[in-house]
């Protein structure tokens, strides 16, 4: 059964920091990997999807990776902002196309 | 630019209540879904339907119960409330459908519901 895990469960960084947030997951049989953003009150936002013949997608300042044979993803954010502070969610599209989910990371960006 | 649209955003009920959370898209996505969040977990599929008159259950039906009679609306109906369905609630759309591998997933705000 595919799990997904994202270490940690929540971060704190300085303003301006280069950071990299971590998901991984179980069963390397996946069509892709997406990363959403979750802002309180609201719903996700879709920020990037890799297919899992992709290894790499940018969006701005942020970059994420996958490497299927060893079952991780990272989301780079470059130059953190305030605004950037949510929690960011990754879930991966499983063999039988259902979209399984991490519990998040949930980040603080410090003025 | 309306998108996904649920109400209402929260909700308190009593154990055996029954209530109906509404969904409405305005996207023409023929794939609606609807996933509970509970507190640091994942979000977990309830139900989702890939056109009108057609749905399925997902990993956690139980207990709920839905309808989708147009291409717009997909409401969720729980009958019978009880504790262990106090969570966040969404709702999400997406174009062309589950088995597409390239489609992204839009989200209304949710609705976080107690059972009290």
């Known amino acids: 059964k595919q799990e997904v895990t994202q270490i940690p469960a929540a971060l704190s960084v300085p303003e301006g920091e280069n950071l990299v947030l971590n998901c991984s997951f179980t069963?390397?049989?996946?069509?892709?990997l997406q990363w959403f953003r979750q802002d309180p009150g609201k719903g996700l936002t879709s920020l990037l999807l890799?297919?899992?013949s992709q290894r790499e997608q940018t969006s701005g300042r942020l970059n994420a990776s996958l490497d299927k044979s060893s079952g991780r993803s990272t989301l780079y954010i470059a130059a953190s902002q305030p605004g950037d502070s949510a929690t960011y969610l990754c879930?991966?599209?499983?063999?039988?196309?259902?979209?399984?989910w991490g519990a998040g990371t949930k980040l603080i960006i410090k003025p | 630019n309306a998108g996904v649209t649920q109400t209402p955003k929260f909700r308190i009920l009593k154990i055996g209540q029954s209530m109906t959370l509404q969904c409405t898209q305005d996207?023409?996505?023929?794939?609606m879904y609807w996933y509970r969040q509970d507190p640091g977990m994942g979000l977990k599929l309830i139900y989702y339907?890939?056109?009108?008159?057609?749905?399925d259950k997902g990993e956690v039906p139980n207990g709920y119960n839905v309808s989708r009679s147009t291409t717009e609306d997909f409401p969720l109906r729980l009958e019978l409330a009880a504790p262990s369905q106090t969570s966040v609630y969404f709702c999400?759309?997406?174009?062309?459908?589950?088995?597409?591998?390239?489609?992204?997933?839009?989200f209304g705000s949710g609705t976080q519901l107690s059972v009290l």
């Open positions: 999400a759309s997406s174009s062309p459908g589950q088995g597409a591998t390239n489609e992204k997933l839009f």
């Open positions: 996207m023409n996505h023929n794939y």
């Open positions: 339907s890939v056109g009108a008159g057609i749905t």
């Open positions: 069963d390397s049989a996946i069509y892709n």
């Open positions: 890799i297919q899992s």
């Open positions: 879930a991966v599209m499983d063999s039988n196309y259902q979209l399984i």
